[in-house]
């Protein structure tokens, strides 16, 4: 069973997330925060994948990218974005996330989860 930790402040948009998820046969656990601390305490409990939106007030995609290549180097991390593709996705593909997803789009988070898990060798079920 995947452990999914995810950065988001949007109850709803955890939720239309999640759904996509399950709609896409994916099983798993999940665990959300919106902090920090939160995020840091989160990865010690080893996480197979962490979905981070890329704007949460005070604490976002880039930030949680930064401490998780620190943390969690080997764990697969995906930007959830509000916007299209734009400077800021190039950036965080450069600065080491795995993929980026347009919230319009989730109908491509399944496939981008599947490329990076199994890029980590890490494919689960």
Avoid: N, Y
């Avoid at 305490?41 to 197979?48: C, G, I, N, S």
């Avoid at 299209?84 to 981008?112: E, N, R, S, Y």
């Amino acid at each position: 069973m995947l452990r999914l930790l995810m950065v988001e402040d949007q109850e709803a948009d955890a939720e239309l997330t999640l759904r996509a998820l399950r709609v896409g046969g994916l099983e798993f656990v999940w665990e959300r925060v919106d902090t920090e601390q939160a995020f840091r305490e989160a990865l010690h409990r080893t996480p197979d994948l962490i979905l981070s939106d890329g704007q949460v007030p005070g604490f976002g995609g880039r930030a949680a990218l930064t401490i998780a290549r620190a943390e969690v180097p080997a764990t697969p991390f995906i930007v959830l974005s509000g916007s299209t593709w734009d400077q800021h996705a190039q950036d965080v593909i450069a600065a080491g996330a795995a993929d980026f997803v347009c919230k319009a789009d989730l109908k491509a988070l399944l496939p981008a989860i599947e490329r990076a898990l199994a890029a980590t060798g890490s494919a689960k079920s």
